[in-house]
């Protein structure tokens, strides 16, 4: 059984930096490619940086050059290293595997608020 908790979101300014963190437990962790995803207030949730396994990763270009995504494959963590953050970073942020669906097992998210 899959779960997934997300952390260390919060209320920063534009410009500012915060790091995520998604500790996950069951076997699909170790070998998906995992993602983190968010969902602006009013908005569909969308991928915005993923990596593999193997380190590889992938980002929106919205996001492209600001943020980092990493995981440690021994303690089952995901992390979003997110600087120069705007106001339209909004949103709830969750990680999953990179398929996820929508009617699919999602955690409880963590909010971040980036103000102007």
């Known amino acids: 059984q899959v779960l997934l908790v997300e952390s260390g979101g919060g209320l920063v300014q534009a410009g500012g930096s915060l790091r995520l963190s998604c500790a996950a437990s069951?076997?699909?962790?170790?070998?998906?490619?995992m993602g983190w995803y968010r969902q602006p207030p009013g908005k569909q949730r969308v991928l915005v940086a993923s990596?593999?396994?193997?380190?590889?990763?992938h980002y929106t270009n919205s996001v492209e050059g600001r943020f980092i995504i990493s995981r440690d494959n021994a303690k089952n963590t995901v992390y979003l290293q997110m600087n120069s953050l705007k106001p339209e970073d909004t949103a709830v942020y969750y990680c999953?595997?990179?398929?996820?669906?929508?009617?699919?097992?999602w955690g409880q998210g963590t909010q971040v608020t980036v103000s102007s």
């Open positions: 999953n595997t990179d398929y996820a669906q929508e009617n699919e097992y």
């Open positions: 069951g076997s699909t962790f170790s070998l998906a490619t």
């Open positions: 990596v593999t396994r193997g380190g590889h990763t």
